[in-house]
């Protein structure tokens, strides 16, 4: 999971300076999701029935119903998730696109069409396909979410902020809405502040577990590493745990190593390594 987020977080990080790129925060993250539904970070799909044991079941189940009636909407919306989830991100963008140009008026296409191009990384094209997904007198706070997940990744912490704020004042304390700020945070180097959200975040009864893989990544970005490895594991079954931990500790060695390397070229050049 920890290495799904600084997976999702590349465009981001070459918006940081050279001390922090090793930080490989997304949304992202979301973020990022995430797929980028597990984010990223959060796109925040709406609550649905339970889905298939076999991801890729549902890829061959969705694939054949929407060939055989590629108008069929939900039909569409439906493969289009089970792609994602497979991470077969292009060609989720490529049956959500041709499904929103057939219908255009289809929030829900939209919707799930800009979760998709969030999730290949057309971050500005994500932003405005979800913009269209909603309007100003029904708002969807997981959409604004979503919104805000993209201009995080376009180094538009502010703007992304003022989206999160909206989708918080439509539902107040959602964990993943929180999450998705917290990484905001991290982006822009504030770690205090990126901490004190995503405690909020894990404080909810219905946060998931990628809230506490965040706050154990800033945790242990904040020096705290023993805690970190504490709360990775919280919740998680031995092999999740186990897993977990590693992959903390690989991303928290790159981050000493990448600081030592960009404070030597710092020095040299006389410069600060911030």
Not at 11 to 24: D, G, K, N, T
Not at 217 to 232: D, N, P, S, Y
Request: with cysteine; charged share 25%; hydrophobic share 40%.
């Amino acid at each position: 999971m920890f290495q799904q987020l600084f997976e999702r977080s590349r465009p981001a990080r070459r918006l940081a300076s050279a001390a922090w790129s090793v930080i490989l925060i997304s949304g992202l993250c979301s973020c990022q999701t995430t797929d980028m539904s597990d984010i990223t970070g959060s796109l925040g799909d709406k609550a649905e029935a339970p889905r298939p044991a076999s991801p890729r079941r549902e890829v061959d189940l969705y694939r054949d119903r929407y060939r055989a009636n590629p108008k069929d909407a939900e039909a569409a919306l439906q493969y289009g998730k089970a792609l994602r989830a497979t991470g077969q991100r292009a060609q989720a963008v490529a049956v959500l696109e041709q499904a929103s140009m057939a219908d255009p008026g289809n929030k829900a296409l939209l919707a799930g069409y800009g979760r998709a191009l969030l999730d290949n990384g057309n971050f500005q094209e994500a932003f405005d396909v979800l913009g269209r997904a909603h309007s100003p007198d029904d708002p969807d706070w997981r959409i604004l979410s979503a919104q805000g997940s993209a201009l995080d990744q376009l180094g538009r912490f502010e703007e992304a902020r003022q989206y999160y704020t909206s989708a918080l004042a439509i539902a107040p304390d959602e964990p993943s809405v929180l999450s998705n700020l917290g990484l905001s945070y991290v982006l822009s180097k504030d770690l205090a502040k990126a901490e004190d959200i995503l405690r909020r975040a894990c404080n909810s009864p219905d946060a998931n577990p990628r809230a506490r893989q965040n706050l154990a990544l800033v945790v242990g970005l904040r020096g705290r590493v023993a805690e970190a490895e504490t709360i990775a594991r919280a919740g998680r079954s031995a092999e999740e745990s186990a897993a977990d931990v590693a992959a903390l500790k690989r991303l928290l060695s790159r981050k000493e190593t990448t600081h030592a390397e960009a404070g030597n070229t710092a020095a040299t050049a006389g410069g600060r390594s911030d």
